[in-house]
C-alpha cells in the first residue's frame, strides 16, 4: 500500500514536471495609448490587454512618470474580457512608463513595459538610467514572492499526516474479546 | 468524555454510518488527502521545480489552468467537503464524533465564506469596500494564505477524529455500531 502510494505520489510529480513546459506564457496585444504613441492630452487611464484574461490577484501594473515616480492615481480594473485598465493622474508634460507582471487565466505571464509622451508632441526617447532603474525596481517588486504562511501551514499539515499515520501503526486497535458481541452490521 | 451517539438504525443514513461507513470514510479521505497533494504539487513546483508561483498549479491545473482560479471549483470543493462532514458524522461516537464536529462547524463557516465569494463573482459586484472579490476574514488576511487556513483548521480536527475512530477507547468501541468497529478475537482467558 505505502508503495503504491509512493509510486503514485513519483507518476503525479514526473507528470507535473513534465506538463510544464506545455503551457508557454502570453503577452501583450495592444495598449491604449498604444507603445511609443505621442498624445496631446493626458488619458484618465491606461489600458493593457493581452492574450488571454489577466489574473489581477497575481498581477501587478505600476505607470511611473520621467522621475521614474508612480502616478497611478486608483486600483487596477479588469475588463472588458483580455483587458486591464489602470488609472492614472498626469500632472505635467512629459513621457511616461507602464511596467507589468501579469499572470494570464491560461497559466502564462506576460512581464515587460512601453512607453509613450503626454502633451510633448513626440514620440518618446529611450528611458534615462532613472526610469530604467525605477521601471526595473517595479518590475522586481512584483515578482511573486513564496507565502510563507502557506508554506508553513502545508509543512504543519504534512506533520500531522505524518504524526496520526505513524501513532496508527504503533497503536494497535483496541479488540473486544469473542464473548462480545459483534454489533457491526 | 463519555462514547454517546451510535448511528440511527435504519435509512441510508443508518447504512451510511454502520456497513458502509469505512468505505465511504475512505473515499472521503482520498478526496482530501488528492486535495493536500495537488498543494504538496504546487510546494514541489516551487521549491524542487524553482516555477513561478503563478504557474506552480498543482496537476490539475496544468492541464486545465483556470481550474486553479475558478471560484465555482473551491465552491465545490468546500460543499463537498461540507457535506462529506455531515453525512459520516453519525457513524462517529465519543471523542472522533466531538472532533469531527469541531471540524464540521468550521467548515460551515469555511462554505459561507465561498459562498460570499462566489456572489459577488456572478454578480459582479463586491463587498466591504474591497476592490475585488473578499471574504469575512480576507479583510484582515490575504486570500493566498486564507485558502490553506481554512482547510488547515478543518483538515487536523478530521485527522483527530479518524485517529479516535480507528483507535477507539473500550468504552467508545462498545457503542460503535459501523463498519470501523473493531472485530471480536477469541479471548486467551
Known amino acids: 500500500m505505502v508503495r503504491r502510494g509512493g509510486a503514485l505520489l513519483l507518476f503525479v510529480l514526473l507528470l507535473s514536471s513534465v ?10 496585444i495592444t495598449s491604449d495609448p498604444a507603445a511609443g504613441a505621442a498624445v ?23 505607470v511611473l512618470d520621467d522621475a521614474g515616480n508612480p502616478i497611478q492615481s486608483g486600483d487596477a480594473r479588469q475588463g472588458p474580457e483580455r483587458t486591464v485598465t489602470v488609472p492614472i493622474t498626469v500632472a505635467r508634460p512629459g513621457n511616461l512608463t507602464v511596467a507589468f507582471h501579469m499572470a494570464l487565466a491560461n497559466g502564462g505571464e506576460a512581464t515587460g513595459s512601453l512607453r509613450f509622451s503626454v502633451g510633448t508632441g513626440v514620440a518618446p526617447p529611450a528611458p534615462s538610467e532613472v526610469v530604467q532603474q525605477a521601471t526595473a525596481d517595479a518590475l522586481a517588486a512584483h515578482q511573486h514572492s513564496i507565502d510563507p504562511i502557506s508554506a508553513f501551514l502545508l509543512f504543519v499539515d504534512g506533520l500531522a499526516v505524518v504524526v496520526v499515520l505513524a501513532l496508527l501503526y504503533l497503536r494497535r486497535p483496541y479488540q473486544a474479546a469473542s464473548d462480545t458481541p459483534d454489533t457491526r452490521p | 468524555m463519555s ?13 451510511l454510518n454502520g456497513r458502509h461507513h469505512r468505505a465511504a470514510l475512505n473515499t472521503f479521505m482520498v478526496v482530501v488527502i488528492a486535495h493536500w497533494a495537488e498543494h504538496l504539487v504546487q510546494a514541489y513546483q516551487i521549491f524542487v521545480l524553482d516555477m513561478p508561483r503563478p504557474a506552480s498549479r498543482g496537476v490539475l491545473g496544468q492541464f486545465w489552468p483556470w481550474l486553479v482560479t475558478s471560484e465555482y471549483l473551491h465552491y465545490g470543493y468546500a460543499i463537498v467537503m461540507l457535506v462529506g462532514l455531515f453525512l459520516l458524522r453519525p457513524g462517529f461516537v465519543g471523542r472522533a ?16 465564506e465561498h459562498l460570499l465569494l462566489l456572489i459577488q463573482v456572478q454578480g459582479g ?37 479518524v485517529y479516535y475512530h480507528l483507535r477507539p477507547s473500550r468504552a467508545e468501541a462498545e457503542v460503535m455500531r459501523c ?5 471480536p478475537v477469541a479471548s486467551l482467558a
Do not use: K
Request: proline share 10%; hydrophobic share 60%; glycine share 4%.
Open chain 2, 125 to 161: 459586484f463586491t463587498m466591504f469596500g474591497a476592490a475585488v472579490p473578499t471574504s469575512v476574514l480576507q479583510l484582515v488576511m490575504p486570500r493566498v494564505e486564507l485558502h490553506l487556513f481554512y482547510n488547515s483548521i478543518v483538515f487536523i480536527p478530521m485527522l483527530v477524529a
Open chain 1, 19 to 28: 506538463a510544464s513546459p506545455a503551457f508557454a506564457d502570453g503577452g501583450l
Open chain 2, 3 to 15: 462514547a454517546v451517539a451510535a448511528p440511527p438504525r435504519s435509512g441510508f443514513l443508518a447504512s
Open chain 2, 179 to 183: 463498519s470501523c468497529a473493531p472485530r
Open chain 2, 97 to 112: 464524533r466531538t472532533w469531527w464536529t469541531i471540524a464540521l462547524a468550521i467548515q460551515f463557516w469555511h462554505h459561507i
Open chain 1, 40 to 62: 496631446p492630452a493626458a488619458p484618465a487611464a491606461v489600458a493593457l490587454t493581452f492574450s488571454d484574461a489577466p489574473d489581477l490577484a497575481l498581477s501587478h501594473v505600476a
